[in-house]
């Protein structure tokens, strides 16, 4: 699923309060119904919109969900991860684990970029540079006539 590309991962425990909908999201996986091949992990499918993990903002499509109140979720039929999660109570607490894509280049350029990608300084040294060599020719120009 990664592609080659190398991921890093974080862990993080989110408290959600069960709402009208339940807690706001689908889940995948299992050991009768492996998601990622050779895992048996189980995984969040899809964020409900509005619902208690929507509204929470933390959990996100694709994290791995590691633990249920306390309980780990390894070696789980899909069912039984399921009905973990509709017993689980009002006051639930996950214990998951993001993956994070690392970005290219290093950390300090990330917010010193265009939507696009492009550095600034990519984009403003080399036209400066121009802008000040235009205005020394000019100043040249001037002194001779």
Known sequence: MNGG??????????SLTRGDSGLGFNIVGGTDQQ?????????????????AAALDGRL???DQIL??????LNN????????LFRNAGYDVSLKV????QPQNGPSGQRGDSEPGGIPLAVILVPGLAIVAAAVWVAMRYRQRM
């Open 5 to 14: 590309v190398d991921y890093a991962f974080s862990e993080e425990v989110i």
């Open 35 to 51: 998601y990622i091949s050779n895992d048996s992990g189980i995984y969040v499918s899809r964020i409900k919109e509005n619902g």
């Open 60 to 62: 996100q499509e694709g």
């Open 67 to 72: 633990e249920v109140n306390g309980k780990e």
């Open 76 to 83: 789980l039929m899909h069912k039984d991860a399921v009905d």
């Open 97 to 100: 684990q993001h993956r994070v």
